[in-house]
């Protein structure tokens, strides 16, 4: 299993673009949504290349609420639950 490690130096977030950082804020916000909810047993099963793949579908999606569908792709994804 590939550790979630989103740990950042100051020098790294300095050099990053911003969109990216915007990204890893979202989703480390999705990751805490998810620990708060009945689906925290997901978070044993996602890895990093997962999230921002999936991430960067849900972008491509253009929906409504970008956050509330990126986490719902995650639940699909880990779930086979396609609601």
Request: proline share 1%; no cysteine; aromatic share 12%.
């Amino acid at each position: 299993m590939d550790r979630l490690d989103f740990l950042y130096t100051q020098e790294i977030l300095a050099i990053m673009q911003e969109d990216k950082i915007q990204m890893l804020k979202e989703i480390i916000y999705i990751l805490y949504d998810l620990y708060n909810s009945k689906f925290s047993n997901l978070l044993a099963q996602v890895n990093r290349e997962t999230l921002i793949n999936l991430y960067i579908l849900a972008q491509e999606h253009s929906p409504n609420d970008l956050l509330n569908y990126y986490k719902r792709s995650i639940i699909n994804k880990y779930t086979n639950n396609n609601t």
